[in-house]
C-alpha cells in the first residue's frame, strides 16, 4: 500500500525533523489519507486494549503541558513510537489488536497480520 506511493513521492514530501526544550527529537512525515486512517485506528485499538510501559493512558502519558499548566490533547497525529510497539507485543495481544480493529472477523489471518507489520516495519524504517 505505501510502497507503491513511496515510488510516487507521496509519503516524505514536506517531512522535517524538530526538537523540543525538553530534549525530544522527533520527525514528521506526510502519509496518504488511507494509511493515516489506518495508523489512527490502530492507535486507537491499542490504547484501549493495552496498558503502557508507564502504566499511565496513553493520553495521559503524552499531553503537551503549557506553563499554565493547562494539558493539551493531541489532534491528528500518530504517535509512531507508541504504534511500532505493536511489532513487539507477543502473538496473542498482536492478534487481540487486530480482531478489535477489524469490522469482519473472517478478514482476520496471518496475510492481514503480515501486512501490518510490513506497514510498520516500514515507517519505522523512515526514521
Known amino acids: 500500500m505505501l510502497r507503491e506511493k513511496e515510488d510516487k513521492?507521496?509519503?516524505g514530501d514536506g517531512a522535517f525533523m524538530f526538537g523540543s526544550l525538553e530534549g525530544s527529537i522527533g520527525q514528521v512525515i506526510q502519509i496518504p489519507k488511507?494509511?493515516?486512517q489506518f495508523l489512527n485506528r490502530l492507535q486507537e485499538v491499542?490504547?484501549?486494549n493495552l496498558v503502557d510501559i508507564t502504566r499511565?493512558?496513553?493520553s495521559e502519558h503524552r499531553k503537551v503541558r503549557h506553563e499554565n499548566g493547562d494539558p493539551e490533547s493531541h489532534f491528528h497525529v500518530i504517535d509512531g513510537d507508541f504504534v511500532e510497539q505493536f511489532l513487539d507485543l507477543p502473538s496473542?495481544?498482536?492478534?487481540v489488536v487486530l480482531q478489535n480493529m477489524l469490522l469482519n472477523i473472517n478478514e482476520l489471518g496471518p496475510d492481514y497480520l503480515k501486512e501490518?507489520?510490513?506497514l510498520l516495519v516500514f515507517l519505522?524504517?523512515?526514521?
Open 9 to 11: 513521492g507521496m509519503i
Open 34 to 36: 488511507e494509511c493515516f
Open 46 to 48: 491499542m490504547e484501549a
Open 56 to 58: 499511565l493512558p496513553k
Open 92 to 95: 496473542k495481544a498482536q492478534c
Open 116 to 118: 501490518v507489520k510490513d
Open 124 to 127: 519505522k524504517s523512515k526514521h
